[in-house]
């Protein structure tokens, strides 16, 4: 069973909205802890958002005030989501979600599949 299963991306005008959701399975979905990282061609992968087991969360300069986490822990699914708003052009990028998560920690042990985001008129 893969840990990590994105949902979500696409293409969408500048200051749009778009939601992505990343679906945890395995021991790794009691602790919920999650961050989504993006990577743009040519540039290095950055934090978009994370949340801590204790529900800390932390967002990306960039992005602060325009997306949002969640998450909803169920007894047999764990899914976090991503809420982007006012979408900019800037914000293209192939988004990842990484597990565990933990504030200003490196990257977990494991990566979803990716999910292109284009943002364009």
């Known amino acids: 069973q893969v840990p990590l299963v994105e949902s979500g991306g696409g ?4 200051g749009g909205s778009l939601r992505l959701s990343c679906k945890l399975s395995g021991n790794i979905r009691r602790a919920g802890s999650v961050a989504w990282y993006r990577q ?10 994370g949340i801590s087991a204790t529900n800390s969360v932390v967002y990306g300069d960039s992005v602060l005030g ?8 169920a007894e047999y699914a764990t899914t976090v989501e991503l809420q982007m708003n006012a979408l900019k052009s800037e914000d293209t990028a192939v988004y990842y979600c990484n597990a565990p998560y933990h504030i ?7 990566w979803g599949q990716g999910t292109q985001v284009t943002v364009s008129s």
């Open 11 to 14: 293409l969408v005008q500048p």
């Open 104 to 110: 200003g920690g490196p990257p977990g042990e494991y």
């Open 66 to 73: 325009r997306f949002t986490i969640s998450r909803d822990i």
């Open 40 to 49: 743009a061609p040519g540039k290095e992968r950055e934090l978009v958002a």
